[in-house]
């Protein structure tokens, strides 16, 4: 009777389990590192084109919007500074709210044929290009957070 009820005990077989080593996890976490090193050292200049393609941005708005009001009222409607943001858009600065925000100022000038480059070339090839009804302004712009970056635009419109 002793036999029917006796049970054995089975130890359980040595079963070999399979891990990563620690040589290979250390290789791993050292390429995984220099990877993320190499993508992080490219944030800056990403920024800086980030920068650049925002300010032409800006300044293509800031120009169309002169050019517009040049069509819409006449080279007299446009002269002096105009304000504007960050994105492009005319700042009113008689509030303290978007004076705030004034980033750019544009300098809005009527540029007479033959007028800046005096040594010649130039003006008389811009003289032959630039049909007699035509209006020639310059457009200055320049960042209140970058204030040694000047950019000067020249634009010609048909009248």
């Given at each position: 009777?002793?036999?029917?009820?006796?049970?054995?005990?089975?130890?359980?077989?040595?079963?070999?389990?399979?891990?990563?080593?620690?040589?290979?996890?250390?290789?791993?976490?050292?390429?995984?590192?220099?990877?993320?090193?190499?993508?992080?050292?490219?944030?800056?200049?990403?920024?800086?084109?980030?920068?650049?393609?925002?300010?032409?941005?800006?300044?293509?708005?800031?120009?169309?919007?002169?050019?517009?009001?040049?069509?819409?009222?006449?080279?007299?409607?446009?002269?002096?500074?105009?304000?504007?943001?960050?994105?492009?858009?005319?700042?009113?600065?008689?509030?303290?709210?978007?004076?705030?925000?004034?980033?750019?100022?544009?300098?809005?000038?009527?540029?007479?044929?033959?007028?800046?480059?005096t040594s010649g070339s130039s003006s008389r090839v811009l003289s032959r290009l630039q049909p007699?009804?035509?209006?020639?302004?310059?457009?200055?712009?320049?960042?209140?957070?970058?204030?040694?970056?000047?950019?000067?635009?020249?634009?010609?419109?048909a009248n």
């Amino acid at each position: 009777m002793n036999a029917l009820f006796s049970c054995r005990v089975l130890s359980p077989s040595p079963v070999r389990r399979r891990a990563f080593t620690l040589v290979e996890v250390v290789l791993a976490i050292g390429v995984f590192s220099f990877a993320i090193m190499s993508m992080v050292a490219l944030i800056p200049a990403a920024l800086g084109f980030y920068r650049q393609a925002a300010q032409a941005t800006a300044h293509a708005h800031i120009l169309q919007s002169v050019t517009t009001d040049v069509q819409l009222g006449g080279i007299g409607s446009v002269s002096g500074n105009s304000y504007f943001d960050a994105e492009g858009s005319r700042v009113d600065m008689t509030s303290k709210d978007q004076a705030a925000a004034q980033i750019y100022t544009a300098t809005i000038t009527y540029v007479e044929v033959g007028q800046g480059d005096t040594s010649g070339s130039s003006s008389r090839v811009l003289s032959r290009l630039q049909p007699a009804s035509a209006n020639n302004i310059a457009v200055k712009i320049v960042s209140r957070t970058n204030p040694g970056q000047t950019n000067v635009f020249s634009v010609m419109l048909a009248n």
